[in-house]
């Protein structure tokens, strides 16, 4: 397993990724470009966006793009893309193909205008699909140069172990799933991804022993450790049923506590946990203003200590 951690081409880019909702559809910010100038100018040069992220007038990987171009910061700045995720005109069927990778690669790179990415997942698996089909799709547009690395998201630890062990040339290097202080007690959406919960332990255990880099989305469980929402609520039904529970509910309390003694935001004490994880760990946040960003860069130069991390996840 040390392939992975010690690959060359690993890459190295800022521990917050700065996610991609306020760049499409109805939680897309009025001025993309001047959220995009203050979230680079607060520490972050990554950028999270897919193929399928996308809105009647536009979409993330091209505004994405635009951006880039604009700035001229394309070589010191971190694209991750994402393909293979259903799409129009039927949302249930799966993209997950060997000759999908580098058509949605190539569509990528003409929306953001640039000829090569810094990171490709997977956006979603088909486990019916061989793995190892995947991998050499994977792997052969790493070797053509359209992609520096790849990786994938919403994959089970099952088959990524799989894919690393098949991988001849270039092994993935990062997962994608969702992760945070508070267990995910149902899928937001079908077909994602945790590594919340004891019954995950031994996968938490087995990244941390391969090195591989996590990228966690929704460190703030859909909003749940926000202080906007309100346990219980029957407005955001979906956050409700995916992550309140009597123990989230003292997680979260726990999460309030400590950050009033140490003077910082509820937010920044969940983000903190999981960049403190044994494991090595980046938090995709999609901040929507240049003081939401630097918050999420202090809390990943924070720390938090063993015992804080074991009251904050149990109470003991």
């Known amino acids: 397993m040390g392939g992975v951690a010690d690959d060359e081409r690993r890459l190295h880019f800022s521990t917050v990724i700065q996610g991609a909702t306020p760049l499409f559809g109805e ?10 100038d203050e979230v680079h100018s607060s520490g972050v040069d990554a950028f999270d966006a897919g193929l399928a992220y996308t809105d009647p007038d536009g979409t993330c990987d091209g505004r994405l793009g635009a951006w880039v171009a604009d700035r001229g910061v394309r070589d010191v700045v971190t694209l991750i893309g994402k393909g293979c995720h259903p799409g129009p005109p039927d949302w249930s069927a799966s993209r997950v193909h060997p000759e999908t ?7 990528t790179l003409d929306r953001m205008g640039t000829d090569h990415l810094d990171l490709w997942l997977f956006h979603r ?17 790493v070797e053509a140069g359209t992609i520096e690395a790849w990786g994938v998201s919403n994959w089970s ?15 993935p290097i990062a997962t994608s799933s969702q992760y945070s202080l ?10 994602v991804t945790t590594l919340t919960g004891a019954k995950r332990a031994g996968e938490r255990e087995w990244l941390a022993d391969t090195g591989i880099a996590v990228l966690a989305w929704s460190p703030l469980a859909g909003g749940y450790l926000t202080t906007a929402h309100e346990p219980g609520s029957t407005e955001d039904r979906t956050t409700t049923r995916c992550y309140d529970s009597p123990e989230n509910r003292g997680r979260r309390d726990r999460a309030q506590q400590l950050a009033a003694s140490r003077g910082c935001s509820p ?16 938090v995709v946040s999609a901040a929507r203003s240049g003081e939401e960003a630097a918050a999420n860069c202090e809390a990943a130069s924070m720390d938090l200590t063993v015992d804080e991390r074991r009251w904050l996840e149990f109470g003991t």
């Open 182 to 191: 508070v267990d995910q007690l149902a899928e937001p959406w079908q077909g």
């Open 157 to 171: 630890t099952d088959r990524l172990r799989q894919a690393i062990g098949i991988a001849v040339t270039s092994p």
């Open 27 to 36: 939680t897309l910010v009025p001025e993309p470009q001047r959220l995009l």
């Open 267 to 282: 937010e920044q004490v969940a983000i903190t946990f999981v960049t403190t994880s044994p494991f090595k760990t980046h």
């Open 101 to 107: 990778v580098a058509v949605d690669v190539a569509a």
């Open 125 to 141: 698996d088909d486990p019916s699909v061989p793995v190892g089909e995947l991998v050499d799709a994977a792997e052969r547009q």
